[in-house]
């Protein structure tokens, strides 16, 4: 799994400039640096960043729905409360951000590593990921219902109460988790792979799903 990249390490680096202003609906962000910046409750939907570096900002409530984030850097990034429904993440890279209560419903993620970041109570239905890494990650309570997930990989991450109803999975890694705590939705990882002891593990849940009832022998005539 390749390091983090640094701000210094991003190709369009030295092309960037300083952006301090507000964000606007439809709004066009072309080789901008985000740097310290705090919004609170903006409302930015259908807006495009290009090529653009988010450095410790900060997104508190509001709304980016139908948002396009293409060829982005985002390191130490807190999203609150906000709104992301039918965002599309192309080429992205987040670094040790945070996002707690959002709505990321419908999101389309392609080629897009999360290093270090922790998820809480995020809602990723019907969303598609395809070659998505979360890489030593915490995913608390993150509803990945109804998604398709495509080569998406899991490695130094742990999973707590998530859930998979409803989801499609193909070439989906998760032999790599630390830890691995499905709420619902065993069924859905189908097309999954997993190791043995993860296997072990999920054994009475796969059973539940099948309507197996597993029960030791007891003693003869009982």
Known sequence: MP???????LPYARHLRA???PLAEGGDYDTVHLDG???DGAVADHARFLECAFSAVTFTAGRLRGTRFND??????????????????????????????????????????FHRCKF??????????REVTFADCLLRDVDFGGAALTRVEFPGSALEGVRFAGA?????DLRDATRLEISDGHDALRGSVITGAQLIELAPAFADVL????KDHGRAGR
């Open 3 to 9: 390091s983090p990249r640094r701000f210094t390490d």
């Open 19 to 21: 952006y301090d202003g």
């Open 37 to 39: 910046a705090a919004f």
């Open 72 to 113: 982005v850097w985002l390191d130490g990034v807190r999203w609150v409360g906000t709104g992301l429904a039918e965002t599309d993440w192309m080429d992205a890279e987040l670094i040790g951000c945070v996002l707690a209560g959002l709505e990321a419903f419908g999101a389309t993620l392609h080629r897009v590593t």
């Open 120 to 129: 809480e109570s995020v809602n990723l239905r019907t969303a598609t990921l």
């Open 168 to 172: 499609r999975m193909d070439g989906t």
């Open 211 to 214: 309507g197996v009832t597993v």
